[in-house]
């Protein structure tokens, strides 16, 4: 077979370019046909460029080993040529031998410096090392010398998501689209990046197109389900996870998925069935560790959940959200102190995540530290926060008990206003506006929390009490008897029953109750405050 001349070569060249537009704008039909036709032209004008198209062919089969065989072979022909080269390099990097790849790449810069396919090359697997940054200055060399490399803006706009600057990464993904309407991988990927700022309806949109594109990828109706999940629709996600495993059941991010959607379902016990799968298939997916924590928390299990974090972070050490939640799990066992060394650890990973600041706040607050919990829950308020009513509600909580009864008030009003149907800040704007003798405008806030939950107990009964301060006393006695029929038979229902029986002025009935209940109950709390109470607001035997 001869070897052609470098006119020739240039011309084989742009078949293989032409080959790679087709493919990559969704073409593949046509992009097969042409690759046929280069192949068969290149075995009449150059041997290393035959061997190319062969190992070209090869690779849309997913034979990259054979393929490498091949490239080495036309190498040994052409061992100066950069377009080989950068070909072996892209070749290697599909087996994920990138420090290889890496440096097949620098000597088919040597030799064409200016190649917009070789700096992109490079920079793919200089991500994949991660090394984002270097990969990204790779990608911005491609650009400069092909603005409308798409590629090029896609995989940039992969290393800007994994450096956590997801508004970048959208922006590349946008120019990618613009450029590419029919690239798949960037519709997913601006998808994934919406879903990461909460941008569920617009993250489904984009997963629509992808799966217009390639109606049987398992990945894409994965992602569409943690979107549909994202929007409360569990069922419709939990369908989406099983089209995916009904298309490929050894996807792991898919099995655990579906167990976080049956988790936000309240179908706990079978989550941790699916997490269990999850983990069978891909044992370090720390993702898995950790949505298994978060089950098991949501059981009371947590013990339990305390190992799968640590399993999660033996795998991610980096991963702020397991450090959160571990931190969540010890607080709930009490053990505040190292709760908050916990969620200082995942801060310090990620200095903007208002969860941890929040929670931080909380534990804060169970040690009676609340200026430092108020400081958390206005850092919580400064960054983007998904649940920025509850954080106003908890931030109104600290004021109260910092005595700064006239911002807790307006801290309530700013949670009603993000969450109009959140009764607890109903409740306690209306209990701070009693402590501000504001009688008549905390009766409104008492009514807006029992249309909301009209078998809320502490409402009916402080509601009865505002009546009364304002010496409305038969409307206060309908209140506490509402209060009354809402009560339960266990010992704190039982002690608030005689707490009601004394704003009801049945005095001895009240003392009967409650001494009655601290003999039987002689180890609760609650019983025992309210026993003390009642005993020295009615003379009787206080200890």
């Not at 650009?143 to 706009?157: D, I, M, S, T």
């Amino acid at each position: 077979m001869q070897t052609a001349d470098a006119a020739t070569i240039a011309q084989l060249r742009e078949l293989s370019f032409k080959i790679n537009e087709l493919y990559g704008y969704g073409q593949r039909d046509q992009a097969l046909d042409l690759l046929q036709e280069a192949l068969e032209q290149s075995e009449k004008q150059d041997a290393a460029y035959a061997l190319f198209f062969q190992a070209k062919k090869l690779e849309y089969d997913g034979d990259h080993k054979q393929a490498e065989t091949l490239l080495r072979q036309a190498l040994d022909l052409r061992s100066a040529d950069p377009y080989l080269l950068k070909n072996l390099g892209t070749c290697l990097s599909r087996q994920n031998r990138d420090n290889e790849a890496v440096g097949l790449f620098d000597l088919a810069m040597e030799l064409n410096p200016k190649d917009s396919r070789t700096w992109l090359g490079k920079g793919v697997s200089l991500s994949k090392l991660g090394r984002e940054e270097e990969a990204i200055s790779h990608y911005d060399r491609a650009l400069e010398f092909n603005p409308n490399n798409y590629n090029a803006w896609r995989q940039k706009g992969v290393s800007c998501l994994e450096l956590g600057r997801v508004r970048d990464a959208l922006n590349c993904y946008e120019r990618a689209l613009e450029l590419n309407p029919a690239d798949f991988h960037s519709w997913l990927d601006k998808g994934i990046t919406l879903a990461e700022l909460d941008y569920w309806e617009e993250a489904l949109d984009a997963y629509g197109r992808a799966l217009d594109l390639e109606p049987d990828n398992h990945i894409a109706w994965c992602e569409k389900g943690v979107a549909l999940s994202g929007l409360g629709r569990e069922k419709e996600a939990i369908a989406c996870f099983d089209k995916a495993l009904d298309l490929d059941p050894e996807d792991a991010n898919a099995w655990r998925q579906k167990g976080v959607s049956l988790s936000c379902s309240d179908q706990e016990e079978e989550a941790l069935e699916y997490f269990d799968k999850a983990l069978e298939l891909h044992v370090e997916d720390f993702d898995a560790w950790r949505q298994k924590g978060v089950t098991l928390c949501a059981l009371d299990r947590q013990e339990e959940a305390l190992e799968a974090f640590d399993k999660a972070l033996e795998y991610n050490p980096l991963d702020y959200h397991t450090w959160r939640q571990k931190g969540v799990a010890l607080s709930q066992l009490g053990h505040e102190a190292q709760a908050l060394e916990h969620f200082d650890k995942c801060l310090s990973l990620n200095p903007g995540d208002a969860r941890a600041w929040r929670e931080k706040g909380i534990s804060l607050s169970h040690l009676d530290d609340n200026e430092g919990a108020l400081h958390c829950y206005e850092q919580a308020l400064d960054v983007v926060d998904s649940e920025a009513s509850y954080t106003w509600y908890l931030k109104g909580l600290a004021l109260l008990e910092l005595d700064r009864q006239d911002e807790a008030v307006a801290a309530f009003d700013q949670a009603i206003a993000l969450k109009p149907d959140d009764s607890d800040a109903w409740f306690y704007k209306a209990r701070t506006l009693v402590d501000l003798n504001r009688g008549e405008e905390a009766l409104v806030c008492f009514d807006r929390t029992l249309d909301l939950v009209p078998e809320d107990y502490e409402a009916w009964r402080d509601k009865g009490q505002a009546l009364a301060r304002l010496d409305r006393k038969d409307e206060a006695q309908k209140c506490f008897e509402g209060a009354m029929d809402r009560l339960g038979e266990d010992p704190e229902d039982l002690a608030e029953k005689a707490y009601v029986l004394y704003k009801l002025f049945r005095e001895d009935e009240a003392a009967d109750l409650i001494r009655d209940i601290r003999h039987r109950f002689p180890h609760s709390d609650h019983v025992e405050n309210v026993y003390q109470f009642l005993a020295g607001a009615l003379g009787f035997g206080k200890d």
